[in-house]
């Protein structure tokens, strides 16, 4: 997997550019007519949403649609006539490529546990999401690395943009928010439709809006697939050989080192379930690449939670240096931070050391 996941990563800088060249330059027709010899997609006029915008250019880069015309248009008996029909029309059929969410009775959702109630977006991602994933980097649909990034892009991409458009709140709280937070995808896109006081609203006007719609969203789903393929992707494999190797660290299982620096904290939890480690991971082991120190880390609860499984040692928290070698009883330790969940060694040995100590703690 790993050696693959290099591969990959050659892949993505050969299409990068490519990719922005042709995402920035892509040539959105629209029609009011279906007299056409290529294939025609629908989508409702008037006010558009994120769902659909990028549900239009997902279709739109697949073989079988690749740069259809798109009618914006509520008419039954115009949609009836296209060959494909996103976010209007009441029926969800993939066979004839009909992805309406708005219908009674719909409960569509992607799977793979996943439960989010899906949109046009999700529904066309789920249709042909590996298919666009496989094409970009050249790889057979079937491909494990395709299947991981097809399941990794819904979960930290399209799967917001389902829950807004289906009004299905991020947490479980009767508590107003804190903050407002108004920068997400969909809220940008949604700022994109023509305002109140703009002096032309027509449908002509709304086209273009919709066309530079689908631009923002079909770029930053590429930047997503293209992040996930370059380091998410990578990262998540150095992980995986790392935690198949705990018991050779430590024959607790419970310590983790990361042989080489990348992001690994989300990792751990997704691989901890799939991998079925028990006990969990307390504490990962890393070089600071600045300092070539080592790093113990302890692992938080969750990946939204700032509390640690198992913080350093109490009497550690906040000494530095020799202070705190003496108090350990281990030579070359550098920190342990106030909150317990970090500290730091000169040596690997060391780090592990402290490690093994505060499990016992």
Known sequence: MLGFSKNLSQIFYKHLVCNKRCVSSYVFSFSTSTNLVKRVVGTHNGKFHCDEALACFLIRSTDKFSNAHIIRSRDPQVLETLDAVLDVGGVYDPSRDRYDHHQKGFHEVFGHGFTTKLSSAGLVYKQYGAELIAKEFQLNEGHQDVHELFLAVYKNFVEAIDAADNGINQYDTDQPPRYVNNTSLSQRVGRLNLDWVDPSQSSEREDEAFQLAMKVAGTEFMESIHFHAKSWLPARSIVRECL????????????????????????????????????????????????????????????????????LPLPWRGLVDDELSEATGIPGCVFVHMSGFIGGNQSYEGALDMARTSLKA
């Open 244 to 311: 198949a190797s705990r018991e050779d660290i430590d024959s607790s299982g419970e310590i983790m080192v990361l042989t080489k620096s990348c992001p690994w904290k989300l990792h751990i939890f997704e691989l901890e379930e799939k991998m079925k480690i028990n006990p969990s991971i307390k504490y990962v082991i890393y070089q600071d690449d600045r300092s070539e120190n080592w790093r113990i880390q302890a692992v938080a609860v969750s990946p939204d939670k700032f509390e640690s499984r198992k913080p």
